[in-house]
């Protein structure tokens, strides 16, 4: 279905499970190499066991030296570099901005946007040397559109869609395309804790917010992995050869947020 994937080397954040996994093997079925890297040990074992071909390293995106360490890693496995999908991110609380930590705050910040300036830091000289690439972010929905009780998460999402934006320009001369994607309610675990946050701040239960939540966008529905991943493996193919410097929704058109 793709075209220009086969033999590409990717480098994933957050690549251990969820959409991060799901995004690998499909790489992978496209005769792609993949590395990625998570903090979970517990979700990079069981990819271990599920994809070996998979190649992977254990990192907190926030962390310098870890980030540092993944590319020593991932260039020991690929050779190079193609693609840097920044997956990585945190929900943060669910709280009023009166009522929330600054630690909460920061900690949002470090892994939703420090952590893909860190990737993209490192990934820009590889992806020079190997003569262009791709570079795809991940923001949100909730990047476009402000969210109550989402302060740090919503502000993280629009810092990526500004960083993308800004990449896009610097880079472009040297044939690096970099798009952002602005996926709406996913399905998974996140979501459901976002889900059971929001009922806990608002008194509602968490089937009202769940369908709050799906009358919030014209399909009226969630937004599974593989609309995420279809679209990604899309930016990252020569079929989109001239598109950069966008921000993608797969959210079936938000109407409003909450």
């Known amino acids: 279905m793709y075209t220009g994937l086969e033999g590409k080397r990717v480098l994933i954040t957050a690549g251990a499970a969820g959409l991060g996994a799901l995004l690998g093997r499909q790489f992978i079925d496209e005769g792609a190499k993949v590395h990625c890297c998570d903090v979970d040990e517990t979700a990079l074992s069981a990819l271990r066991q599920s994809s070996p071909d998979i190649t992977q390293s254990n990192a907190d995106v ?89 302060a740090p998460y919503v502000a993280s999402k629009w810092a990526v869609i500004g960083f993308t934006k800004t990449l896009a320009m610097e880079l472009g001369a040297s044939n690096i395309r970099v798009n952002a994607i602005c996926p709406g309610a996913l399905t998974g675990d996140r979501m459901d804790r976002v889900i059971a946050g929001e009922a806990a701040a608002t008194g509602l239960t968490e089937a009202e917010v769940r369908e709050r939540t799906t009358q919030s966008n014209s399909l009226r529905s969630f937004i599974d992995p593989e609309d995420i991943t279809s679209m990604i493996l899309f930016l990252c193919s020569d079929a989109s050869a001239k598109m950069t410097g966008q921000a993608i929704t797969v959210d079936g058109h938000t109407e409003t947020m909450r």
């Open 62 to 150: 926030s962390d310098p030296a870890a980030v540092d360490r993944t590319f020593t890693e991932a260039l020991e496995s690929l050779g190079g570099l193609d693609i840097l999908v920044n997956n990585a991110g945190i929900a943060g609380p669910t709280a009023s901005v009166e009522d929330m930590s600054f630690e909460d705050w920061s900690r949002t910040m470090q892994i939703n946007i420090d952590g893909q300036f860190l990737f993209a830091n490192r990934a820009i000289p590889l992806l020079k040397s190997a003569g262009g690439g791709v570079i795809i972010n991940l923001s949100s929905v909730a990047g476009l559109i402000g969210c109550a009780r989402r």
